[in-house]
């Protein structure tokens, strides 16, 4: 005999199964409450049609039911002399009752689109009342839970390309240091015009013409140390890093690199970037300090001996002369070349630009 879910409500609406009393091979009695159902309004019991065995129970805890909709079968109880118990043991040894689902209060309206998009409600955090799962809980789980394939553009294979070329064809290290840049903080008091970041490629553009090692190149030839500084500087699009080339950054002011840069990194946004500006680099600064990163490994650029990260600029606290002192310092990374240059030389490079910054006044 089928247990069918009644109509309960004048609307006819659907329900959840709450509770069940009984489990497959239980005997029930006529009248007897077999289940509990709860609609969006209220909840309600429904009652054994007959006397007799659960043969099968067909919805489980949690699930949404609707009218009419059978949720059980009903052995009825067998005419035969034989004992009850009897009757429950041979029934009962071909049945299988699986544990209890948890069971997680929500309304079907919730149910029914949880059901439809996938998503298991025990591991949805409920942003309703008493921790309910909403159907915008429901839908939030379902995107979170879809993995995505997004298609490879032609600049993230670019960009793959050249990052996997530049590790497999040189042997790379990273320094790092702090700089002490304090008084250049004092300095730009004066000319609020010019970024930190500007300071930083005046200071790396003059400090390698002191240091031509790191302004270099290896060739099957031998190394090729460049005459000018053509200094790249990365640069976030939507599209993904592009890296514009300053050209001849050793010969301009802080002043007219800012107004270069700005033009190139605006022109990168737009992807307007000739292959012009965009090629020729001996060099290449990327600043991560927006993002509140301190120090990094940069990766060179194909052709390239040397890249600087510059982390956030911070303030800290430093004892001089037996007093705490306010301090601000500058986190660098300098990724280079083992082939074209020693550790020792590039140590030396990272500390002039170090030095500059600590002293502005050498390139003010």
Known sequence: MEVKIPKTTEEGLDSVVVFWHKREGDLVESGEVLLEIQTEKAEFEVESPAK???RRVLKDRGDVVSVGEVVALIEEAPAASSSTEDAVQEVGATVVTPPPKPFVAASPRVRRLAREL??????????????????????????????????????????ADRMMKSLQNSAQLTETAWADITGLQDLRKSRPELSLNTWVLVAVARALKHHPEL???????????????HLGVAVDTEKGLQVPVVKEADTCSAEELQKRVDRLSRKARGGRLTREEMS??????????????????????????????VGKAEPHLELRDGQVVERHRLPLSLTFDHRVVDGAPAAR????????????????
Do not use: C
């Open 349 to 364: 490079f990272l500390q002039r630009v170090v030095e500059m910054l600590r002293e502005p006044d050498r390139f003010a």
């Open 52 to 54: 007799g065995q659960v």
């Open 280 to 309: 020729g680099g001996t060099f290449t600064v990327s600043n991560l300090g927006s993002y509140g990163i301190q120090f990094f490994t940069p990766i060179l650029n194909p052709g390239e001996s040397g890249i600087l990260g």
């Open 215 to 229: 302004n270099a190149a290896w060739t099957e030839e031998g190394i090729v140390q460049h005459a000018k500084v």
């Open 118 to 159: 996938g998503v298991d409600l025990t591991v949805v955090s409920g942003t309703g009342p008493e921790g309910r799962p909403t159907e915008e809980d429901v839908r939030g789980a379902a995107e979170g839970s879809r993995s995505k394939t997004l298609p490879l553009t032609g600049i993230r294979r670019t960009i």
